[in-house]
T-cell receptor, first 114, second 113 residues
Framework: AQSVTQLDSQVPVFEEAPVELRCNYSSSVSVYLFWYVQYPNQGLQLLLK??????LVKGINGFEAEFNKSQTSFHLRKPSVHISDTAEYFCAVSEGSGNTPLVFGKGTRLSVIA | GAGVSQTPSNKVTEKGKYVELRCDPISGHTALYWYRQSLGQGPEFLIYFQGTGAADDSGLPNDRFFAVRPEGSVSTLKIQRTERGDSAVYLCASSFIPQETQYFGPGTRLLVL
């Protein structure tokens, strides 16, 4: 069975500073990896996903993530954050076949400070 | 086009009552998922439908929880004899086929008093 660990429950960062949200996973099979964002009182929105191919994945709103198989990590990065990036971010994994549900981490609360 | 919709957006009920939560997936999406998100946690899988049949219901916590999708579109999650511990946000997601990206609805916030 897969599991996901998001190492930081809260990350405060100043506006225009870079940010990295960490995600590690465990799985005995090949995986698909996802980052979702949840704004207050809204549903989950897909930021980016890794299915195969290039390990550097670019998503919406200037976010990117890098799949590192040896370290079983899929950290999310943004070079310069905005106030509007304040939200909860969830890392998720599913089996590489795609026929399994998502397993989510507990989330990281990103707070951007003006 | 329209996204995944869920009704009601909020539901308050009393312990022991029966509740139904509805999910309307994106048109044409064959796969439908239910998740539960407790406060301060990530979503946890409950059940997954491929068409009309439940392909995986391993996440349902007990037999008080049941879900249907009789025509392969709208799904209803049913909770009998609700308990205070059932209070959470219930999320629905759909995808065109199981291997594709899951798109989430806004959720139903259930509060059991």
């Amino acid at each position: 069975a897969q599991s996901v660990t998001q190492l930081d429950s809260q990350v405060p960062v100043f506006e225009e500073a870079p940010v990295e949200l960490r995600c590690n996973y465990s799985s005995s099979v090949s995986v698909y990896l996802f980052w979702y964002v949840q704004y207050p009182n809204q549903g989950l929105q897909l930021l980016l996903k890794y299915l195969s191919g290039s390990t550097l994945v670019k998503g919406i709103n200037g976010f990117e993530a890098e799949f590192n198989k040896s370290q079983t990590s899929f950290h999310l990065r943004k070079p310069s954050v905005h106030i509007s990036d304040t939200a909860e971010y969830f890392c998720a994994v599913s089996e590489g076949s795609g026929n399994t549900p998502l397993v989510f981490g507990k989330g990281t609360r990103l707070s951007v400070i003006a | 086009g329209a996204g995944v919709s869920q009704t009601p957006s909020n539901k308050v009920t009393e312990k022991g009552k029966y509740v139904e939560l509805r999910c309307d997936p994106i048109s044409g999406h064959t796969a439908l998922y239910w998740y539960r998100q407790s406060l301060g946690q990530g979503p946890e899988f409950l059940i997954y439908f491929q068409g009309t049949g439940a392909a995986d219901d391993s996440g349902l916590p007990n037999d008080r929880f049941f879900a249907v999708r009789p025509e392969g579109s709208v799904s209803t999650l049913k909770i009998q004899r609700t308990e205070r511990g059932d209070s959470a946000v219930y999320l629905c997601a759909s995808s065109f086929i199981p291997q594709e990206t899951q798109y989430f609805g806004p959720g139903t916030r259930l509060l059991v008093l």
